[in-house]
Every structure is written in C-alpha cells, then in structure tokens.
C-alpha cells in the first residue's frame, strides 16, 4: 500500500515544491519505502510506498508523458483479465500501479469500471488542464481534499491537510453532532469533523476543472442490477460461494504472512475457514486473531448471557478445528486499558469512532498483528451487507406453506398490523413519538442541551418520525444503505493500515462478492420457516460445524466492558476530569451530565453495556475535541 498526495496552486509565485516536501514531512512517520515526487507548472503530486510491494519494486510510482501526470496507490485483484483486456503480458512482474496507469491511458476515466480491488489514483491533465481523483467502490481506502484561495489539495490521509499552513483548523460543528448522535449520518459522506476538509465517498471521481469548480460523480450502481430468480435456492448459495472464495483467494497474495480475525460470527468464520483452506494448498497455516473476556468469572450468571453469547471462545475453537490449518491466538488485552484504545484510535485516524468502547481491542489485534510481522490482515466486516445479510421478513411474497405453519405470527405482521395502521394511524404516530429509538439513544449521549437545541435535533426526530428502523419498501435500499455505512469503515481502515503496515482485506465487500448480492431476491436470504441469514448458512454447511452456523443466540462484543472499566476507572476518572477542564468539551458535552452517570454507574452492581457504550463513546468524542480544539 501506498498515498498519494498532490496540490494544484492558484497564486502565482508559490512553490509546488515546498507544499510537497512539506505534506511528505507530515507523512515520514508512516514511509517504510520510496518517496517520489513530480511537479508540472502550478501542480505537483506525491507518492509514498508504506507497505511493502508484492514486487521486487519499491520504487515509487509516478508516470507521466507528453499529456498525463498520473499517481495510483492499492491492490488491484483481477491483473490477469486486466492484461488481456490490455494486451499486454500476463505477468506478477507488473505493479498494481503500474496497471492502473496503462488502464487510463486505454479507457480515460471509464477505466474505474474496469479495475477490482483496493485502489485510488490522480491524474493531471496538461491539455484541458483538469485533475481527476478516483478511488474503489468498497476498499480500505481513502481520498481527502480541501480547497481555499491558494489552490487545491488532496491526500490519503487527513493529516496531510490538517497541516497545510493555509488551513485553519475549525470543527464541523454539526457533523460530529450527527455522528455522536447518529441523527441522519448518512447524509454527510463526503464531510469530516473538520470544516472545510472532505472526502471522496467510495465509488466516486472527482474532477476539478480550472475555473475552480469541483464535481463528485458517482460511477457504481450495483443497487440497479438485475435481479436472478432460482428456483432452487442452493444455487443461490453455489454461485456465491464460488464467486466469495475467489474473493478470498485474490486477497491471499503477499511478500508477508497473512492473518485473519475471527469471532464467533458468520462472517468471519467463512473468511478464516476458507483461507485457511486455501492456504493450506501451499502448505502454509492460517493464524488468527480474536478478542476474548478478561473478566470471565464475573460474566457467569448476569442476565444478559440468556440471550447473547458473552465468550466466543469455544464457537471460535470450533471453526478452528473444522479449518484444521489454523493457529488461533486469543487475545483477552489484559494490557492495554480502554482509554489508551481510544486514544490511540485519535492519534491514528484523527477522527473519533462510534464504537470507541471497541476500540481497545481492535488496536491490540491490529499491533500484535505488527508486532508479530504479519503484512495482511481479512476481515468479515462487509459480512452483514452481503453473505450474511438479514433481509426483510415483511417483504416476502405469500406462501400458503408459511401461512398455514405460522398462521398467528402470519396474521398479526401482515394482515392485522397494516389494517390497524390503516384505521388508527394516530394511536401508531402517538406510539411511536412515545418510544422512538433514535430520540432515545439522543438523549442519553450526553450531547449539550443547548447544542442539541440549536440543531433542533429532538424537533426534527418526533416532527419527522424519524428512526433506526427505516420503513423500506424496496429491499435494495436497505442494501444501498449498508453501502454508505461502509464509507466509515473504509476511512479507518486505511488509516491503521498505513500507521501499523498491515493492510487489512475484506472479502466480504469484493465488488464482484456485491454485485452479484445485489441481484438476489429477499426470498434467497431466507428457509421456508421465515429464518434469516440463510444464504451464508446454505454456503458453509457441512464445512463449517452447525453448531457455528445455527447458534441462534448473537455474541456481545467487549461483553465484559462494564468490570474492564472499574479495574480501569482511575482513568476514565481523570479522562472525565481533563474534559471538564475543556473549553471546545464542555461547549459540546454535558460533562456535569456525563460525570454524575460515572459515578453511579461506579456505585452500581451491574450496568447495562448499552449504557457503559454511550458513555465511552461521549467520552471519546469530547476528547478529540479537547486534543484538537482547545
């Protein structure tokens, strides 16, 4: 993996030169390669190698010629079909760079279409004088700009920019409130916590012309596919299993070992069964990474473990031994405290995290990953918005067979329910301005009164009836939606990738993987009996063990949050204490609010998860407002 970096300068007399020798400096940290750089007039680009290559190559890429001025970063998967399609030879000789440059030169800006993988690239036009950016449909990638008077500037990282002299660092103010929120999120993809400074969004081009005028296109529709219809659903699970293992297989190419991280979920036992699989072909083993409890005996007996699985460890051994190529390494993070996790997530990604409470382990898995050498790391997370995606029960077509097994459950979702809303659509508006989920979950973030009053935000939620649950007619939108919330994940990854080199790899959102989910129809997501997630039950049955694939019971990530945060509460007390100390805090958290629920959770024999959640997660949003903004 590398970044690319570049400016194009509207005052006369400045140096391009200087502007790139400074953002390369902001990015030396990162550089375990080659550093390069091209400047033409007014306008200049970066490139700096961070991982190894999967060459012998470490230089680093740049091309131009008599037109073009071109820097590409990533992985491209399909070099074979791509050579052809090319005319040129077949070979592992060629960089992913390198076939991204030799692809625009033959299709211009449609060759987005033709590249698969996790891939960004810049290209300046001598001739029209125009830049064009473009980055992957759903890869570990990331493409920030900003743009002021004295020019244009982009990077693939954020850093890069927050240190522009020209930049003034400002908080955007009502982004981080919709992310702390989560009041329409989605609807500002292409913004960060900083004003001014945006993102590519996944699937997008830009292009910036010399009048000055930025445009964002996006090129990949897969929620336009056209829907198959099997009659058989087995051959849904076939067809995907084949296309899901060349996405593993694709993703198994490295001059470093390659890890996985498996829970007990679905989608991570798929992906680490079937690399291992493949691995094991070469004689090579498989290890993985997982997050266990610390505090396993004070989660014996707790209510919640009725309904939720608080020790994935046993369902993990499982898939471990039904792989029989897998060396698991369980990690229970013993040694680094919950606050240092979200810390260091600040410090990396320079932006907070909705799940900060997570954030401990995820950077312990990713720096002993670094630590013990590995280049790769899969992942499931594109899991739950492809193999094992939910579908909507609601949205299926009749079938008498269903009617007359659950004829009750039958009657009341999709006859009595829609006739009563029908007849009393007060009493369900009333209902629900009572107990609506995303007022609720506003009002317990700790989020300031007056901030929340400024935005209207509660206002907007009951005038609107807004929620977490969507009222989707069309299945496709809950597929598209998934597509927006992998936007999030794409930035972070990319940068932990870069700080700890080791890239991380998600089968589970490979383009071909997504089209072709895509395409299916609800019914293919569930069995005659109304469950769910059928599809990728269908596709590891008989390789990974039943007992895995039908655990009908979901696992609680950091499920002993609650004892880790006494053992560690000294800390979280004193984080508590530096945010009420916190100007740029304080305007936007209710420290008062958010200290007196510490103590009483303290107090307390037993506090909700849910509740230790929303509190981590204010806490760690105030403190990227205090090491940014104060």
């Known amino acids: 993996m590398s970044l690319i970096f570049g400016c194009w300068l509207f005052e006369p007399g400045k140096s391009v030169a200087n502007t790139l020798e400074r953002m390369c400096t902001t990015l030396a940290v990162l550089s375990q390669g080659a550093y390069n750089q091209r400047i033409h007039n007014n306008t200049g680009v970066g490139h700096i190698r961070t991982l190894p290559h999967t060459t012998d190559s470490q230089e680093a890429s740049i091309f131009l010629n008599a037109t073009f001025l071109f820097t590409a970063q990533g992985r491209i998967d399909n070099s074979p079909a791509l050579c052809r399609k090319l005319g040129i030879e ?6 992913s760079e390198y076939l991204m440059w030799q692809s625009f030169l033959k299709w211009g800006k449609d060759c987005v279409n033709e590249l698969r993988g996790d891939w960004s690239f810049a290209v300046w036009n001598y001739e029209t004088q125009e830049l064009f950016i473009a980055r992957d449909p759903m890869g570990y990638t990331a493409l920030y700009y900003y743009q002021d008077a004295t020019g244009f500037y982009f990077s693939s990282s954020l850093k890069n920019l927050l240190t522009l002299p020209s930049y003034q660092k400002q908080l955007n103010e009502e982004y981080w409130l919709r992310m702390l929120t989560l009041w329409d999120h989605l609807e500002a993809n292409h913004q960060t916590f900083f004003k001014g400074i945006h993102t590519i969004p996944l699937a997008h081009t830009l292009t910036l012309k010399k009048d000055g005028k930025v445009t964002l296109n996006r090129y990949w529709y897969p929620q336009y596919t056209s829907i198959r219809i099997y009659k ?14 060349h996405a593993v297989a694709v993703r198994l190419k490295s001059p470093k070992p390659i890890a996985s991280m498996l829970s007990g979920g679905l989608d991570s036992s798929a992906v680490s069964y079937i690399a291992a699989r493949l691995l094991q072909q070469k004689n090579i083993p498989l290890t993985t990474f997982s997050h266990v409890p610390l505090f396993q005996k004070e989660l014996q007996g707790i209510d919640i473990a009725e309904k939720q699985i608080l020790d994935e460890t046993p369902l993990i051994l499982e898939t471990v031994k039904a792989a029989g190529n897998i060396n698991p390494i369980l990690l229970n993070s013993a040694n680094y405290s919950i606050l240092q996790g979200m810390i260091d997530v600040l410090k990396i990604y320079d932006a907070p995290i909705h799940g900060a409470f997570n954030a401990y382990w995820i950077q312990d898995i990713f720096r002993t990953a670094s630590q013990k050498g590995f280049g790769v790391l899969l992942t499931g997370e594109g899991g739950n918005g492809s193999i094992s995606f939910k579908g909507r029960p609601q949205l299926l077509p009749l079938q008498w067979k269903q009617v007359l097994q659950h004829p009750f459950r039958y009657l009341k979702s999709h006859i009595a329910k829609p006739i009563v809303k029908t007849l009393y659509p007060q009493y369900f508006e009333k209902r629900k301005r009572a107990h609506n989920d995303l007022a609720d979950y506003v009002t317990m973030i700790f989020a300031n009164e007056q901030l929340l009053q400024k935005y209207q935000i509660l206002e907007d939620i009951q005038t609107n009836q807004k929620s977490f649950q969507l009222n989707i007619k069309d299945i496709n939108e809950l597929k598209e939606q998934f597509v927006s919330l992998y936007q999030i994940r794409s930035l972070f990854g990319a940068a932990h990738n870069h700080f700890y080199g ?126 940014h903004f104060d």
């Open 90 to 95: 077949i070979s592992d000789g060629y960089t």
């Open 232 to 245: 058989n659903k087995q051959d849904y699970a076939e067809e995907m299993y084949d296309i899901f293992s």
């Open 502 to 627: 080791v890239e991380m790899r998600d089968p589970c959102a490979d383009q071909d993987v997504m089209e072709f989910f895509f395409s299916l129809p609800n019914e293919a997501f569930f069995d005659e009996h109304h469950n769910n997630r059928m599809l990728v039950k269908r596709m590891m049955k008989g390789r990974i063990p039943d007992s895995v694939l039908f655990e009908k019971k979901k696992g609680l990530q950091s499920s002993d949050i609650l004892y880790r945060v006494k053992a560690q509460q000294h800390e979280i007390t004193e984080a508590i204490a530096l945010l009420s100390k916190s100007a740029a805090a304080t305007s936007c958290i209710d420290v008062q609010k958010l200290s007196a629920a510490w103590q009483t959770y303290l107090a307390q024999p037993y506090t909700s998860p849910f509740q230790i959640q929303c509190l981590l997660k204010a806490i760690h949003f105030g403190l990227f407002l205090q090491m």
